[in-house]
């Protein structure tokens, strides 16, 4: 079975400061993964996608990601934090093979940033 | 183009009653999804929709959950004799048709707040 494991439940940055969010996947059949994010009361928003192709994949609003297969990570970072980018962040992974796209997700990372 | 809507946005209804969710997919997405988002439990798939056909409910969390897709379109999810565990924000997804080795984008609705009392 697929799964995403998000650490920390919470990180708080500084605006301007690196924002470094942490997956890591557990999947048997090459998977393809992905960041959400969900403002309040809001629905989730692809933020962006690994669908096997180049494994760093740039994304919405300055963000991107690595995918590292010999790490099972998909990390998301942004070089520089905004007040806007305050909000919740979903990893979640899916399988390739097959077409059948259900989510799983991780727990989510709640990123708190600061003036 | 409108994107995925859902309704009502809140509803509060009281233990032991039964409640419909609605879902309007985007015009021409055949995929559906509905997944819950709960503070115990996170977010969890619930049912896929291909066209009218249900291949996968296996998230369906007890038999007192039920979703249906008429027409290829709109989907309800039906939560019967509600508990208080089944508060959360249930929220529905669509897509074009998914295929082996390639990706559609899935777009979310804004979702339904349940509340049981």
């Known amino acids: 079975a697929q799964s995403v494991t998000q650490l920390g439940s919470h990180v708080s940055v500084s605006e301007g400061a690196l924002v470094l969010l942490r997956c890591n996947y557990s999947?048997?059949?090459?998977?393809?993964l992905f960041w959400y994010v969900q403002y309040p009361n809001q629905g989730l928003q692809l933020l962006l996608k690994?669908?096997?192709?180049?494994?760093l994949v740039k994304g919405i609003n300055g963000f991107e990601a690595e995918f590292k297969k010999s790490e099972t990570s998909f990390h998301l970072t942004k070089p520089s934090a905004h007040m806007s980018d305050a909000a919740e962040y979903f990893c979640?992974?899916?399988?390739?093979?097959?077409?059948?796209?259900?989510?799983?997700f991780g727990t989510g990372t709640r990123l708190l940033v600061s003036p | 183009g409108a994107g995925v809507s859902q309704s009502p946005s809140n509803k509060v209804t009281e233990k032991g009653k039964d409640v419909e969710l609605r879902c309007d997919p985007i015009s021409g997405h055949t995929a559906l999804y509905w997944y819950r988002q709960s503070l115990g439990q996170g977010l969890e798939f619930l049912i896929y929709?291909?066209?009218?056909?249900?291949?996968?409910k296996s998230g369906l969390p007890s038999d007192r959950f039920s979703a249906e897709r008429t027409g290829g379109s709109v989907s309800t999810l039906t939560i019967q004799r509600t508990q208080q565990e089944d508060s959360a924000v249930y929220l529905c997804?669509?897509?074009?048709?998914?295929?082996?080795?390639?990706?559609?984008?899935?777009?979310f609705g804004p979702g339904t707040r349940l509340t049981v009392l």
């Open positions: 979640a992974v899916s399988e390739g093979i097959t077409g059948f796209q259900k989510l799983v």
């Open positions: 997804a669509s897509s074009l048709a998914p295929g082996p080795f390639s990706y559609n984008e899935q777009f």
């Open positions: 929709f291909q066209g009218n056909s249900a291949p996968d």
């Open positions: 999947s048997s059949v090459p998977p393809y």
């Open positions: 690994y669908t096997s192709a180049a494994t």
